[in-house]
């Protein structure tokens, strides 16, 4: 018997045009997708969006005149059904019992012989609020899946806990969950969600550079940004990597950390790093240009009038990347402070040339601390203005992916 009808409950989120890639993909998989829509949901994407990406008729209404049974026809009729995006409202009222509309009441007509999954999307305050933790426990008590919504920047613009996972990887959790079956459409989605996924490397943080014991140069890299990125490559299902400095931002989804503090400890690390065959490597450390040429040791006595400190030139870390990892894809970083267009240019195109960098991410030190800090992302021929953090890590994700499928 064929396993591939998956039924997908969307509640009423912002983050609702994520589900129509998914639906989008999971029919050019040849899933058959039977999609049903809180009233919430259709004032996010409209049931014609949704009918012609499922290519079945959409359910709104428990009440629809001549499909009055639905509720227990499309429970009996799916294999697997998810509930994607899932409101805080629609989880809540799971949890209760609830049937006031078709989403909750094809819950209550769900019998627990197949996989029932939810996938939250909600701003961080209302997923952690105690109701909806609350369900989300007893909901997994009665035998759902819950699909951590992940961390990452929100659509409210805050960074935490709420955000829906991926279209890529709610597809993957969908596969490797359905039974082992002779349908081609699940044997061909299994093959594919099963091989390797993206190993990437991502770099952060600022390194210091040893005065004497206790003083150090550096610089104002906090590794929030590569922090957040290596967040959202993580749900978008990536097996990330994070090499950064002892201060820098962690992410909040497991990764793999390791740490640096000064340029050497970057380079070495880097250099062992390197031989793990990484698909990408995200630069995005920021490397001290020069170090101290004669550390002291101990303590510099702080009655000298006045210091000298003499600083040596470090090799561009980023230009061996390439030369150690060839096949791996390199996205690199330029921050840049009152310079003219022309000069950014040239600082971009160095990347490109003596980096042979594939993806250059350029923002400006004027920018960095706003509510407008906005990166530029350049590959060789073509360059995007003014992406937000979400934004950015969305098109490397998807440039990733197609890489990763060619
Ligand atoms: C612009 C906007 C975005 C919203 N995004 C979300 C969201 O991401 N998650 C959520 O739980 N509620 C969100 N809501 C609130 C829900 O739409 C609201 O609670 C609604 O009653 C949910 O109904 P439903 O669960 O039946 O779809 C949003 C509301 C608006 C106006």
């Not at 206790?214 to 890299?221: L, P, Q, T």
């Not at 791996?328 to 330029?334: D, I, P, R, T």
């Not at 040339?353 to 509510?371: E, F, L, P």
Request: charged letters at 20%; one cysteine or more.
């Amino acid at each position: 018997m064929s396993q591939n009808n998956i039924l997908i409950l969307m509640s009423g989120s912002i983050a609702c045009y994520k589900v129509c890639t998914l639906i989008s993909k999971l029919v050019q998989n040849n899933f058959n997708v039977k999609v049903v829509m809180s009233t919430s949901a259709q004032k996010f994407v409209g049931t014609t969006t949704i009918e012609g990406l499922s290519q079945n008729p959409v359910h709104t209404d428990t009440f629809e005149p001549g499909q009055a049974m639905e509720h227990i026809h499309l429970a009996r009729w799916a294999h697997l059904i998810l509930v994607a995006p899932a409101t805080a409202n629609t989880i809540n009222k799971m949890k209760q019992g609830v049937g006031d509309d078709l989403i909750s009441t094809l819950f209550l007509a769900h019998d627990f012989t197949k996989p029932f999954l939810i996938a939250p999307a909600m701003n961080t305050k209302m997923y952690l609020h105690p109701a909806t933790q609350n369900s989300i426990t007893e909901l997994k008590k009665m035998g759902v899946e819950i699909l951590e919504a992940a961390s990452g920047v929100l659509a409210c613009g805050e960074v935490g806990y709420g955000r829906l996972l991926e279209p890529e990887l709610l597809y993957k959790e969908i596969v490797q969950r359905l039974p082992e079956s002779n349908s081609p459409a699940v044997a061909n989605a299994q093959k594919k969600t099963t091989r390797k996924s993206l190993k990437v490397l991502i770099t952060s943080g600022g390194t210091q550079e040893p005065i004497d014991d206790v003083r150090f140069i550096s610089n104002s890299s906090t590794g929030k940004t590569a922090a957040t990125l290596a967040d959202q490559f993580v749900s978008a299902g990536f097996d990330v990597s994070y090499l950064c400095a002892e201060s820098a931002a962690r992410p909040v989804l497991c990764c793999t950390t390791h740490t640096f503090v000064t340029y050497k400890d970057l380079d070495q690390a880097l250099e062992a790093q390197l031989k793990n065959n990484y698909d990408v490597i995200v630069h995005a450390a920021a490397v001290s240009d020069y170090s101290v040429s004669q550390p002291q040791g101990g303590k510099i006595s702080s009655d000298a009038e006045s210091l000298e400190i003499q600083l040596r030139k470090n090799p561009k870390i980023i230009n061996k990347i390439k030369q150690l990892s060839p096949k791996s894809v390199l996205v690199g970083f330029k921050l840049t402070s009152k310079n003219s267009d022309a000069e950014i240019k040239e600082k971009v195109n160095k990347l490109f040339t003596q980096a042979q960098c594939d993806y250059v991410v350029h923002n400006d030190w004027s920018r960095v601390h706003t509510h407008h800090h906005t990166f530029n992302l350049y590959t060789e021929h073509s360059v995007k203005n003014d992406l937000s953090l979400f934004d950015l890590s969305f098109d490397l994700s998807d440039a990733f992916l197609r890489k990763e499928n060619l």
